[in-house]
Every structure is written in C-alpha cells, then in structure tokens.
C-alpha cells in the first residue's frame, strides 16, 4: 500500500511539472511583450521621441580641448619637472631635442576637421533626438534627420559624419549608454546617455577627454513627448515668455516673422566654404621689438606667405579691403638661456552677414574657414628659419583643402 501511495505522489508530481513546462515559455513571451514604457525605466531603456529642455540644459557653454600648444607646454614643463606626468603619452612630438624646447603635437588635416566637426556638435545640441534602444543597438536620428547606429558591444562602429570617417566604442554600462567618439590620438569625445528612473527625462552628459583627463564637460536634458507629438520648429518655438523652455528671464524673444520662407538650402559637403576662394590679403600681426632681436621680421615673414600662396595660384591683393585673407600672428619672447620662443597662428578669415539666432536682422560676422597654431623655441640663430618654415607648411595644408573643395 505504502508503495502504491509513493508511485501515485511521484505521478502527481510529475503532471504538475509537466504542466510548469508548459506555462514556463508563455510566461516569458508575456514578459517581453509587457509595455515598453514600463520596461524601458526599469532597464535605462532609450527608445523616445525627446525635445531639448532649454531651461535645464547648459546650452551656451563655451566648451572644446585644450589647445594643442598649451597641453604640449604644459607636458613639457612636467618633464623639466621630473614630475614625469603625462609623458608625451600617445602624442607625436617634433623630437628636436632642443633644450627648453615643445614637443607641439602635429595633427593631420583629417583629424583637424574631425576635432571642429565633433567638438561643433557638442557645442550645439540637436533640439531633438528620436532615439530606438533595442538587442544591442542604439540607433539615434537628429533634428537633421540624420541617423547613426551604435552597437553596444565594446567593438568599433565606423561612421561617417559630414563625410568624415569617425570611429565610435560604445557600452551599455549598467543602464546608461556611453558612446565615446576617437577625435585623434589622446582625445575623445564621450557621451553618456542616461534615462531618468520613473520619469520621462533622458540625461546627455558630454565630456571632453585627453589624455586619459577629463578636459571639459556639459550636460543636456531632454523630456519625452508623446509618438503622435510635433517636435517643436523655430516657428512655434521662437515667441517664448520669459523663464519657459528656451527663453531667457528677463530678455523678449525676437518676433517671429510671418509667412517666413522655408530654410534655403545649403552645401553640406566638406570644406564646401572653401569653394571659390582664389583671391586673398596677407595680413602680419604681433611681431615687435622681442622677435626683432630674434632676427625674425615682419617683412620677411610676409613674403614668404606672399610667395607661397603666388605660387599656389591665388591671386594676393594689397591696398585693398578684400572680405577673405590670411591672417598671421606671431608673439615672440626671450628665455635666459639666451634661446627664442614663438608662438604662432596661421589663420583664413571671410566676412559675411549672418542671422544670428539671438537678433531679429542679419549682422556682418567675421569666420574662420582655417586654422593652424604651434609654438617653438631654439637658438636665436635658427629662429627665424623654424618659424617661416611652420608657418609655410601650415599653408601648405591650407592650398591642399582649398583645392581639394574645388575639384
């Protein structure tokens, strides 16, 4: 009998497990077809249509790297030190091996306008984003339409962004999502995407990060609208009251103009603003008394860029109050070694008018479509020589993008 009963327990227990396998695979589907909105706060999920929150964001921040010129000096000076920090770790210095010299990192071309390119971007943020969060994937669409997939695997993602190649590393670190754009060698720029726990806010943290530091950081807040909402247009968004999202307490926002056009087209291509740019001045600033007794002169320093942009085609005019020119600034100074030191920027400079976001009628705005800076230090001998020489090849680097944009 005793066996009986044992059999019949065994069988009961048998149907019931029979019957949990049964359910089990049921249950799991009905896990993973639960409301998004419910499982997305609870896992950091992305997905969401978000606008821009003006009033919580830090939106005019001037942020960007430090200039290359000032992290070499500042290494430089560590190694004098015996400090030893930094090292030169991952940059490329000149290596002259002069006394008191800067190893001023030399970027590429390339990484020049991948550093304006991303640092622009983070300066100003999409005023909305339409972000998909889904099997190791985060796909983010901005205010242009533009749209880049990200996988969250820790391996590269090649993207081009305005015709640059840009490789990105992205993860999934406990819920937020953290996506770290390679600038060039010893600089990225990183995002941290961060959905707000049981509220309807996503958190865009972007740090700017050399040399393993962070250099600089700014933070933006997005709220979650509704999948059938507009996102909001200049248009409907310009006429704000003071203190509400995107105005400012105290200063009127400017009329919106009635009937306005539609946005003119423009040309996104690389360096498309330097098309057409054939006629140019040369304009020497901050060479004084200290370059002087370097044996470096303005006159000298302006021929040289005058015959090196002759040479290239470009028509170089004098007397005259032409729009676009080249801009060269030099500050010279004297060690007690007896040894020179110059700091140089090599610049092209247009005028044009612009409607500024912040003005209801177009103003004349100077830009900057190039460029280039450095320093360097050696006996005053060779002084002038090293400083021609720098700022020649930067021209050098100039006349090959214009008339790469001009092909």
Known sequence: MSSSTQVSSEG?????????????PAACMLALLAPTSARSQESGNLTGRWVLNRNQSQVDKQIGFNPAWLVAGTRSAGRESGDGEGGGRGRRGSGGGQQGGFNVPRESAEDAQRMQQLSAEARLPSPHLTIIDSRGTVTI????????TF?????????????????????????????RYK?????????????????????VDVQFVEGGRVADT?????????PDDPFPTPANTSKTEPGAAGGVPGIPAPAAASNSAPPEPFNQQPDAELKGLTRLRVVIEGLGAQAASCGLTEAALEAAVTGKLKSAGFTVLTNTDEDSYVYVNVITGSLSTGSCVSRFDVTVYTHTTARLSYQPSPVLVQVS????GGITAGASAGHPATVIKSVSEYLDEFIARIRAANK
């Open 12 to 24: 009961a227990f048998g149907a019931k497990a029979s019957r949990w396998l049964a359910v089990l």
């Open 141 to 148: 669409t901005d205010a242009d339409d533009v749209s880049r």
């Open 151 to 179: 996988h969250t695997d820790g391996k590269d993602d090649y993207l081009q962004i305005r015709g640059l190649p840009v490789t990105a590393v992205t993860v999934r670190d406990s819920g937020p999502v953290v996506v």
């Open 183 to 203: 600038v060039e060698q010893g600089r990225e720029l990183r995002y941290t995407y961060t959905r707000e726990t049981g509220g309807p806010k996503l958190t």
């Open 218 to 226: 700014v933070r933006r807040v997005y709220d979650l609208i509704g």
């Open 369 to 372: 479509l190039l460029h280039r």
